[in-house]
């Protein structure tokens, strides 16, 4: 598995460069683990092995699920931040948020 971009967050774009390739990554292993499984049955392998290579594949969709949910939650903070960019007079957070 790998990604795209470097885990140290040195900007926006950088930081969700890194979770789009995180996401991407665990997308792309859905397919690979159904061959992977395919081919150690055709090789006789079975039980106990293929048990566990399906439950580490449940685990890799669970992992890009939440990575979604990660670069999800930048991007609204990023929505935020764009919002006090655009009228910088509009006060600080405390000020700025509703009572």
Known sequence: ????????????????AYA??????FAAQGPNAETYISSLATGGVGGQAIDAVRRAQ???QVAGGQWAEARDALRAHFAVEEAYGAHPDAGDKAVSRPQ
């Open 1 to 16: 598995m790998t990604t795209t971009g470097s885990p140290e967050v040195t900007s926006r774009g950088a930081a969700e």
């Open 20 to 25: 789009n390739g995180m996401v991407a990554s």
């Open 58 to 60: 449940e685990a890799t």
